[in-house]
T-cell receptor
Framework: EAQVTQNPRYLITVTGKKLTVTCSQNMNHEYMSWYRQDPGLGLRQIYYSMNVEVTDKGDVPEGYKVSRKEKRNFPLILESPSPNQTSLYFC?????????????FGPGTRLTVL | GENVEQHPSTLSVQEGDSAVIKCTYSDSASNYFPWYKQELGKRPQLIIDIRSNVGEKKDQRIAVTLNKTAKHFSLHITETQPEDSAVYFCAANAGGTSYGKLTFGQGTILTVHP
């Protein structure tokens, strides 16, 4: 089944404890992206990747890191999480090395930072 | 950077009526404008998109119009049904070499009353 998976789906952590949210797609997609969703603010792009080893900042990259060592994986790293990073996070992928095609979203990861 | 404003934030209609959601963008070099629908507790899904070389696009009950001069685009849903109830997001990509960057509007909560 073609899909985007994220793990974990739910996470409660404390300020300053490094964490990684994994994202994997099995569709051989070139483009991958991370978003956070907050009430009243909609979806905001954190980082995106046009292909392996190519990453770039979205609108809200501060406090996050990403890497794209393999085509299928695009992990999101929070080196020192803070309460303002409490949010619902979505990973997405699309076929080409651009967003000009449908983005397929993962199921979301709900993160709470205490 | 790109700024996308979406209105209204909430929209309530009777079944069978039409619904219109409007978005404005700031980057004149933007050339891709997707619309996503997110049902309660679900992930966003693309419903329609338009590129800057097209003024209007239709898909059954859904249409999108683009006015590049005024830098605004709109989603039109005709003959609304209760299953159209969801949050709708517009988005625009950045121009130039950052064309992979997507900025979303704040979202519109559409409620269709039977």
């Amino acid at each position: 089944e073609a899909q985007v998976t994220q793990n974990p789906r739910y996470l409660i952590t404390v300020t300053g404890k490094k964490l990684t949210v994994t994202c994997s797609q099995n569709m051989n997609h070139e483009y991958m992206s991370w978003y956070r969703q907050d009430p009243g603010l909609g979806l905001r792009q954190i980082y995106y990747s046009m292909n392996v080893e190519v990453t770039d900042k979205g609108d809200v990259p501060e406090g996050y890191k990403v890497s794209r060592k393999e085509k299928r994986n695009f992990p999101l790293i929070l080196e020192s999480p803070s309460p303002n990073q409490t949010s619902l996070y979505f990973c997405a992928s699309s076929y080409s090395g651009s967003p000009y095609n449908e983005q397929f979203f993962g199921p979301g990861t709900r993160l709470t930072v205490l | 950077g790109e700024n996308v404003e979406q209105h209204p934030s909430t929209l309530s209609v009777q079944e069978g009526d039409s619904a219109v959601i409007k978005c404005t963008y700031s980057d004149s070099a933007s050339n891709y404008f997707p619309w996503y629908k997110q049902e309660l507790g679900k992930r966003p899904q693309l419903i329609i998109d338009i590129r800057s070389n097209v003024g209007e696009k239709k898909d059954q009950r859904i249409a999108v119009t683009l006015n590049k001069t005024a830098k605004h685009f709109s989603l039109h849903i005709t003959e609304t049904q209760p299953e159209d109830s969801a949050v709708y997001f517009c988005a625009a990509n950045a121009g130039g070499t950052s064309y992979g960057k997507l900025t979303f509007g704040q979202g519109t909560i559409l409620t269709v009353h039977p």
